[in-house]
């Protein structure tokens, strides 16, 4: 007799058990009634009718994607190995169901050809510099296309750039000649700034004799700071004044190789007058 009663109770309980869903804080249920759209329910216990009713069952924390490693030809024709991580969450259970098969693998594409096609427009050297500009261009692209999908982007990071050994040679060739560039710079930069001050000097000490003395002077007395052989005779600067007036005083008219001096009191005048009388 209680055979009879414990059946319908079994499957009742079956049924019950069947229908009680609980879904946390970060799950959202998208619910079917006969194969149309109802409604978004939970978080929390409700009851889901079976066969008539079924529930799509989605996250909404933020999904951490590693984008593939991409084959990239920049701008400037170098191929590069580029690879990226994707933040994204659903925003919208309801579209992220409807209106895409599986939004996972649908983001992951996206972002692998957007990716390959921001990059491709960029020089190697901004792929390199400018990264943080290039971030946000990607996100900002992914972004607007999943907009339909309820899924919102919250950032994109590229990871790694990878050169073959070649390139990396060449650009450590180029990195090694801006060096040497910069360092003729600065340079001849402290070359020109050494000569306006050596200019200076030479105004101020020009008005002063003693100072050029003194000058002559501490140059000998560094000289003798160093283990050097070399012996140093003091000369007094005013000693080349002498020998400038005596050189400029015995220098005089010298007569030109080939012609006989002039005798007093006999010109050509005087002979042309002999000559008459």
Same mark, same amino acid.
């Given at each position: &007799?209680?055979? *009879? ?25 998208? $619910? ?29 924390? %933020? ?16 191929? $590069? ?12 259970? +309801? ?8 939004? /996972?693998? @649908? ?5 692998? /050809? ?46 790694? $750039?990878?050169?073959? +050994?070649? &390139?990396?040679? @060449? ?6 000649? +801006? ?9 001849? +930069? ?30 000998? *007395? ?6 050097? *052989? ?16 005596? %050189? ?10 080939? *012609? ?18």
């Amino acid at each position: &007799m209680w055979v *009879s009663y414990l059946v319908p109770v079994v499957l009742v309980l079956l049924l019950l058990a069947a229908s009680i869903r609980i879904l946390p804080e970060y799950k959202r249920g998208v $619910v079917f009634f006969l194969g149309r759209y109802q409604a978004v329910k939970g978080p929390g216990l409700f009851i889901i009718i079976p066969i008539i009713q079924k529930m799509e069952v989605v996250d909404l924390r %933020v999904v951490t994607m590693d984008v593939p490693e991409q084959d990239v030809i920049s701008r400037d024709n170098v191929t $590069v190995r580029v690879n990226a991580v994707l933040y994204f969450r659903v925003v919208d259970p +309801e579209k992220a169901i409807i209106q895409v098969e599986n939004f /996972t693998v @649908a983001t992951s594409q996206l972002a692998q /050809t957007t990716l390959r096609s921001v990059l491709g427009k960029h020089d190697l050297d901004e792929m390199l510099s400018e990264r943080d500009k290039l971030n946000d261009d990607i996100q900002e692209i992914i972004d607007t296309q999943t907009e339909e999908w309820g899924i919102k982007v919250a950032n994109v990071e590229i990871k790694h $750039v990878d050169l073959d +050994e070649s &390139m990396i040679r @060449a650009i450590a060739r180029q990195a090694e000649a +801006e060096r040497e560039r910069r360092a003729k710079v600065i340079h001849a +930069e402290g070359e020109l700034q050494a000569s306006k001050k050596l200019v200076e000097a030479a105004n101020v000490m020009s008005g002063n004799t003693a100072s050029l003395q003194l000058r002559y002077l501490q140059t000998m *007395s560094d000289m003798s700071n160093k283990n050097a *052989s070399t012996i140093v005779f003091p000369l007094p600067l005013d000693i080349m004044d002498v020998f400038k007036t005596m %050189v400029k005083g015995g220098a005089g008219p010298q007569p030109t190789p080939g *012609s006989a001096p002039a005798s007093p009191g006999h010109g050509t005048g005087g002979d042309a007058d002999s000559k008459d009388i």
